[in-house]
């Protein structure tokens, strides 16, 4: 069984392509103690611009969420939220694909014909 925490991982979005793991790691400990900061990269180790933070305590984790979500860094605007479990993920997906696939009707009303342009 997992051993699953009382605060969640931060997912961090829209990081400059040139910001250092040193530089996020120097910001969120603004909040307090940051247990792991990784860097999401590709199958080439190039940089994606996104990046999980773990902070000490839930204290801190929601600290760090109202704190640093708009924070500039080397000219953007980073996104700060929590992390979604790969369930939660795959059900927001889910239901935004549903939603796209909005129901077209085509047929008309009892006694009317449909129009041709």
Sequence with gaps: MKNKSKYKDL???DISYD??????HQLFSL????????????DHDN???????RMGSEKETKEALNM?????IQ???IKV????????????AVADEQKEK?????????????QRE
């Design 19 to 24: 910001a250092t793991e040193d530089e996020l």
């Design 47 to 53: 940089f994606k611009g996104a990046a999980y933070v």
């Design 81 to 92: 939220e929590l992390s979604r479990s790969k369930e939660e993920r795959m059900a927001a």
């Design 11 to 13: 997912y961090v979005t």
């Design 102 to 114: 909005k129901p077209r009707s085509r047929r008309t009303p009892k006694g009317q014909r449909r």
């Design 31 to 42: 909040c307090g103690t940051v247990k792991s900061l990784k860097l999401v990269t590709d």
């Design 75 to 77: 000219n953007r605007l």
């Design 68 to 72: 640093l979500n708009g924070t500039l």
